[in-house]
């Protein structure tokens, strides 16, 4: 099913495979611990992507939805919720972003690129403490990426970078708990959940050993 639009002379040449989630669309997500280079690499596939006049939406999680402003002001040190919460309030947060903004758009065969999803779940509450077999049952009706990326960088040069960036860290920002989502997201690789991208490499580097990937996701 094309998913393009036609270029002025040229009919714009990719195609995307049917998707693994029986959507229409291709999902795409993208994580790693702060400071690894999601964002900057969210936004670089981005423009690859609208480059081909494909339709892309890209979205981050926490969402801007009432319970993502939520989490945002707890993360910021307002309000102290024991990790089981924080845990819900995350699931809370990806039904309303699944159901009013990625779904929608796949449906519609759009290409969703979203910076973070379920595996931050199990990377960060899982780090706090919290039961992995929890998390996953509270994120069982998700729609599951055709492709997620885990930028892997070392937690202390991604902190390096982070500290470069801003002054006042967040809650989940923390050094150890840094390093427990680090250790769980290599296991996710280990476990087939996530590819993973070796993000001490350039910017420059790193975006086209993502574009290659998801180039194979599209016939030419
Ligand atoms: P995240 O969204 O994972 O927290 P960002 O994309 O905001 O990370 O990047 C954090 C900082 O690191 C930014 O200043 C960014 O320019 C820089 N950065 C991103 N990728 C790299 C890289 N591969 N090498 C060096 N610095 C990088
Ligand atoms: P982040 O995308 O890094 O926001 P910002 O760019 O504003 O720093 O997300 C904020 C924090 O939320 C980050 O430290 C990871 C954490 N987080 C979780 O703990 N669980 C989750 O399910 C998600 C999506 C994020």
Redesign the pocket.
Known sequence: MPTTKSAKNHEISLYTKSSDSGLKGLFIVIE?I????????TKLLAEKLKRQNLNTLVTAEPSDSPVGKHIKDILNGNLNVPPQMLALLFAADRIEHVYFTIKPALEQGNIVVS?RYYYSSIAYQGGMGVDQNYIRCINSFVVKPDLAFL?SVDPLSARK??K??RKQLQLTEDEELQLKAFKIYEELVKQGDLIEID?N???EE?SNSIWELVTGKLIK
């Open positions: 790693g702060d400071g690894s280079g999601k964002t900057t690499q910076d930028i970078r982070l470069d960036q993000g490499s350039s910017i790193i």
